[in-house]
């Protein structure tokens, strides 16, 4: 297993782009085609976040969490961020990355 975790992305149309989250050193890459929507989503991983998270079918506790702390915090993160940066991800489609496909952790 990598210790490489990998999120294709999209925003408008067909802008594609990904983030790699080094599961070692907690290092985020963010790639998008705009440089703009790309600042966009790099503030909001390095930005506390309030979320609802599940605790079960219909019991929700409210956390902030630092996306950029740990990869679970980072998947938790990713399932609000189009709602707050209108980037979407794209949960089932891999990452290619020179020709070999990365699909998400």
Same mark, same amino acid.
């Given at each position: 297993?990598?210790? $490489?975790?990998?999120? +294709?992305?999209?925003?408008?149309?067909?802008?594609?782009?990904?983030? +790699?989250?080094?599961?070692?050193?907690?290092?985020?890459?963010?790639?998008?085609?705009?440089?703009?929507?790309?600042?966009?989503?790099?503030?909001?991983?390095?930005?506390?976040?309030?979320?609802?998270?599940?605790?079960?079918?219909?019991?929700?506790?409210? $956390?902030?969490?630092?996306?950029?702390?740990?990869?679970?915090?980072?998947?938790?993160?990713?399932? $609000?961020?189009?709602?707050?940066?209108?980037?979407?991800?794209?949960?089932?489609?891999? $990452?290619?990355?020179?020709?070999?496909?990365?699909?998400?952790?």
């Amino acid at each position: 297993m990598s210790n $490489v975790a990998y999120y +294709a992305i999209h925003y408008g149309v067909d802008e594609k782009g990904y983030i +790699a989250f080094n599961k070692d050193n907690k290092e985020m890459t963010v790639v998008l085609p705009d440089e703009t929507w790309q600042k966009k989503v790099w503030d909001y991983l390095h930005t506390p976040q309030t979320i609802e998270k599940a605790l079960s079918l219909d019991v929700y506790e409210t $956390v902030t969490l630092d996306p950029s702390e740990s990869l679970e915090n980072l998947k938790l993160a990713l399932t $609000v961020m189009w709602e707050r940066t209108d980037v979407q991800v794209d949960w089932s489609r891999p $990452v290619e990355i020179d020709g070999e496909f990365k699909f998400p952790e």
